[in-house]
């Protein structure tokens, strides 16, 4: 039966080598089930329920991953992307002041979207008329941006009226954990562990016990969504002023996916004259784990590219994915553990701190910086728009605001220096859609 449904004899690989793979992958990115709950928990943020949040992760993550592995067979994984749960949280929920249970319906709307445009085939026009300039710098804003946010939450930074942010209390106890737990991650991603920043988080969480800061409440305790599952509010995310962040979560979400699936394809050796086969089940798989975690009550659902260590441990097939769908289904039973990790702790000035998952904010933002490397920073017309992506995401707390420079600055510059015809018309549109919507909303 296994043979017939993944081709392992075709694929080269064996029972023994997927069930390896699989787990791999699965202790390479366990770390999003205290991370993502802890995030949209965040009461400057969504303020949702922790444990219903992190039941949600859960399910949509062995959702997304048994349909990548049954219908597209490819070993890639799925989880709420990090990143896309901070715009959820921090900008369209926090800064936007949505409603959480609207925000989940603009989730929904985009996987719905992801799904139309996956289906009729015209993301491959979109993706390749987005500048790679713009690709790159935006991953690399995200990056920022999430280490921004691990900062604050280790108390490693705080607001100061004078300077607007500075140096926090290094000397206070949740702050020491998390500058330890940051050394210790740090430590075990430079000498290649497996599961790093899994295995960092417990370490970090193990310091915290033992420090104080955060008590042990026990392991084990049956899963609840009940305060998140079928919340979502579609009909109320029709709206005008709802367009831009549907658009930036349909953004990210292709290129994580896309990025992705070329990634793990490469590493794996499925690419065919540069393109992957069954990229239109693939991306199907993304797009429907999306909508359906919405429904459960969680962000964005994509592509993992921590299942690269999952293809290097010997993963081949979508076999590797049904080990990994069923160690999250697992993990539902371990609220208790995640929630003791992942909830904030009051520090100092009464400001609400998340020391244990911090340090792995801040190693996931120095990871996806090395897309930075390479732009091309020679050419003016590349680097200034590049730069300018890179350094308002943070500045303005708000990737729409890099996005939107970077797409309006990029088009203009060209023009300027004589090569507007570099530009693919559809970029000179969502320019404009960009400054119209700063002028009308």
């Given at each position: 039966m296994l043979e017939r449904l993944f081709k392992l004899s075709e694929n080269r690989t064996t029972v023994r080598a997927e069930v390896i793979g699989g787990a791999t992958t699965f202790m390479a990115m366990a770390y999003i089930i205290f991370v993502n709950p802890g995030m949209l928990s965040a009461p400057t943020g969504a303020g949702m329920d922790f444990r219903a949040v992190m039941a949600a992760t859960c399910i949509a993550s062995a959702l997304g991953t048994l349909l990548m592995g049954f219908l597209a067979r490819y070993p890639i994984a799925l989880a709420p992307g990090m990143g896309l749960n901070a715009y959820f949280s921090f900008i369209i929920c926090g800064k936007m002041g949505v409603p959480w249970e609207i925000a989940l319906g603009i989730v929904f709307i985009s996987g719905v979207v992801f799904t139309i445009l996956a289906v009729v085939r015209v993301r491959e026009m979109i993706l390749s008329a987005i500048p790679m300039t713009l690709k790159l710098a935006t991953a690399g804003g995200i990056?920022?941006?999430?280490?921004?946010?691990?900062?604050?939450?280790?108390?490693?930074?705080?607001?100061?009226?004078?300077?607007?942010?500075?140096?926090?209390?290094?000397?206070?106890?949740?702050?020491?954990?998390?500058?330890?737990?940051?050394?210790?991650?740090?430590?075990?991603?430079?000498?290649?562990?497996?599961?790093?920043?899994?295995?960092g988080i417990l370490a970090t969480g193990v310091v915290g016990i033992v420090a104080g800061i955060t008590e042990f409440t026990g392991i084990v305790a049956m899963p609840d969504m009940s305060p998140t599952f079928l919340k979502m509010r579609p009909l109320a995310a029709l709206r005008a002023e709802y367009i831009a962040p549907i658009f930036v979560l349909l953004f990210f979400d292709m290129f994580d996916t896309v990025g992705t699936l070329v990634g793990v394809g490469t590493q794996a050796g499925y690419m065919r004259d540069g393109k992957l086969p069954r990229a239109t089940q693939a991306l199907l798989s993304d797009s429907v784990a999306t909508m359906a975690g919405a429904v459960a009550g969680t962000s964005t659902t994509t592509s993992f590219i921590e299942s690269i260590a999952g293809v290097s441990s010997g993963a081949r097939t979508g076999l590797a994915n049904v080990v990994t769908a069923a160690l999250f289904l697992v993990a539902l039973f371990f609220s208790p553990l995640a929630e003791m990790f992942g909830v904030g702790i009051q520090g100092s000035g009464g400001v609400l701190l998340h020391p244990i998952t911090a340090p792995a904010l801040i190693i996931v933002g120095c990871l996806m910086m090395k897309s930075v490397a390479r732009i091309d920073w020679d050419d003016l017309s590349e680097a200034i728009p590049a730069f300018l992506t890179l350094i308002v995401m943070p500045f303005t707390y708000s990737i729409s605001h890099g996005l939107a420079i970077g797409f309006t600055s990029y088009p203009m510059l060209k023009l300027l220096s004589g090569r507007g015809r570099e530009v693919h018309w559809l970029v000179y549109v969502l320019a404009g859609l960009f400054v119209l919507r700063y002028i009308f909303l």
């Open positions: 990056g920022l941006f999430i280490a921004f946010i691990g900062m604050h939450d280790g108390g490693i930074i705080k607001a100061d009226p004078a300077t607007f942010v500075t140096l926090g209390d290094l000397g206070s106890q949740p702050t020491l954990v998390a500058l330890l737990g940051l050394v210790v991650t740090g430590g075990l991603m430079a000498a290649r562990v497996r599961g790093a920043l899994f295995w």
